[in-house]
DNA sequence: ATTCTAATTAGTTTTTTTTCTAAATAGAGT
DNA sequence: ACTCTATTTAGAAAAAAAACTAATTAGAAT
């Protein structure tokens, strides 16, 4: 059963913008800090939303910590969102 | 292209569960309102959002209001959410 | 053990969302 | 025109989410 803070996740444009930029692999945070005008610490509490929701996972490599994006994860949101819907996945 | 509102649309579990009963067909926002221990306005506000959204649309039949789910937009949000995880849909 | 870099936690403030009660509107039926 | 039912709007309060600065932690490397 899909974890209920994967909807809250991604309701923020900036999680989503994340979640996109993880499809290409995993990523430290400083890395995606340079891309958004916000403190780091807000960025931060963003990550913590998504590693709650189990869409992404860390990682760490010595000094840095990576992003990962959970694709099983996101094909659970999938899979819920289809039955929410209604709509069948075609065979 | 999506109207981001969706996402918040359904960030919420009420009205995740309200676009789950619209799944069945239209109801009224009184035959909704019974399933939901909530002011008939909070309730309201919800309508509107999910409205705000495009997941849902409305027609009205006399003194009722009956909510309507639109599949077309539920579908660009599952494509959506596939292009933000870079899931591909199997042929 | 100190220092450097990367990232998080603490604590607070601001903003947004959700909720409520009371009042108003829309249309149907008398 | 009045009245009844269904639903929304107005305005305010409460709760939750998002943001900031300052301080702290975690580990690597000297």
Redo the contacts between chains.
């Keep these: 059963m899909l974890n ?1 803070n994967a ?2 996740a ?2 923020h ?1 900036i999680r ?1 913008d994340i ?2 930029r993880l ?2 692999g995993p990523k430290t945070a400083g890395e995606l800090a340079k891309e958004y005008d916000i403190s780091k610490p807000s960025l931060s509490s963003h990550f913590s939303i998504l590693k709650d929701s189990d869409l992404v996972f860390t990682r760490r490599d010595g000094n840095h910590i990576y992003y990962n ?1 959970n ?1 099983t994860v ?2 659970e ?2 899979s819920a ?2 039955d ?4 069948e996945k075609e065979t």
């Design positions: 209920t909807y809250k991604i309701a444009p989503r979640l996109k499809r290409s994006l694709l996101a094909n949101v999938l969102l289809m929410l819907f209604g709509i």
